[in-house]
């Protein structure tokens, strides 16, 4: 199977499941990155010292504490945003372990941030569009992320939105209709 297929592939249930909220998808990107970049600096000196059949086990006991740690920071921080991500902010133990099976932290910086920067920013770009479709808010819930600054959001829309669009449902079908848009955007046309 094609590694970027895998990595592409453990992003998508996050991507769909936890951008039903700008506020939702910002936080778990920056779990996201936490994680990952404690987790790249952690495994990268043991995994020179493990013999390869004791890599996967030491990277799943590792990926899992931190993301743990992560999940109890964020709980400590705002209990109303850590249940919103519900299952997801767990799957990033899962990423760590597959992706350092798939040589991602061997890779150059460059990739990795490209990697992570695309990542973040399709999670800031479906959970802006899903709330604001969805809800007709933009960055209702940003006391989630700050701590406490009560700051009710911008409503753009008295009666709410279209419900839909921040399901998993909904964030399927408008995944699907930014992809398509990518593609006719992008499609050549035949010179004859």
């Not at 991507?15 to 779990?31: E, F, Q």
């Not at 743990?68 to 920071?73: I, K, P, R, T």
């Not at 960055?139 to 700050?146: E, G, K, N, V």
């Not at 008295?158 to 699907?176: S, W």
Request: net charge positive; hydrophobic share 55%; with cysteine.
């Amino acid at each position: 199977m094609n590694k970027a297929s895998v990595q592409n592939s453990l992003m998508l249930a996050p991507l769909i499941g936890a951008t039903g909220s700008l506020m939702t998808a910002l936080g778990l990107w920056l779990m996201f990155v936490a994680v990952m970049a404690v987790y790249g600096a952690g495994m990268g000196p043991l995994r020179a010292r493990l013999v390869p059949w004791a890599r996967v086990p030491a990277g799943v006991m590792l990926a899992a504490a931190l993301t743990s740690c992560a999940e109890l920071a964020g709980q400590a921080w705002s209990l109303q945003w850590q249940q919103h991500l519900g299952l997801y902010a767990g799957l990033i133990a899962l990423q760590c372990v597959v992706m350092d099976s798939n040589d991602f932290f061997q890779s150059p910086w460059p990739d990795r941030l490209r990697l992570c920067g695309l990542f973040g920013a399709l999670m800031v770009g479906m959970g802006l569009l899903r709330e604001l479709i969805g809800n007709g808010t933009l960055a209702a819930h940003l006391s989630w992320l700050t701590g406490g600054l009560d700051w009710p959001g911008v409503v753009l829309t008295a009666d709410g939105g279209l419900r839909l669009a921040t399901l998993a449902p909904g964030g399927f079908i408008l995944l699907g209709l930014l992809i398509a848009g990518w593609q006719a955007w992008h499609r050549q046309t035949p010179s004859n």
